[in-house]
Nanobody, 116 residues
């Protein structure tokens, strides 16, 4: 079955950086677009970044453009989210996502807290 395992979250000061990782298995990674979502307390889950199967195209939420970078390693079935210049409003649970086998698939999430 599809497994997505996120890591790399934590507590960081405003202006700091974190790199999230997602290890994927159970599907043909190299043919699927991969996504990062986030959900802040009391808010709906939102798409943060997406990357096509080859990595040739990426897309970002307006709120993170210029600060976050999504990338992938198809040889090792990994997707990453480099987050720079973090702001308190980036505080959320971050989830790796793939649409395959006719459904949305999610990891367990990793928590990011931006606070001084």
């Amino acid at each position: 079955q599809v497994q997505l395992v996120e890591s790399g979250g934590g507590l960081v000061q405003p202006g700091g950086s974190l790199r999230l990782s997602c290890a994927a298995s159970g599907f043909t990674f190299s043919i699927h677009t991969m996504n990062w979502y986030r959900q802040a307390p009391g808010k709906e889950r939102e798409l943060v970044a997406a990357i096509t199967n080859t990595g040739g195209s990426t897309d970002y939420a307006d709120s993170v453009k210029g600060r976050f970078t999504i990338s992938r390693d198809n040889a090792n079935n990994m997707v990453y989210l480099q987050m720079n210049s973090l702001k308190p409003e980036d505080t959320a649970d971050y989830f790796c996502n793939v649409r395959c086998f006719g459904r949305e698939n999610w990891g367990q999430g990793t928590q990011v807290t931006v606070s001084s």
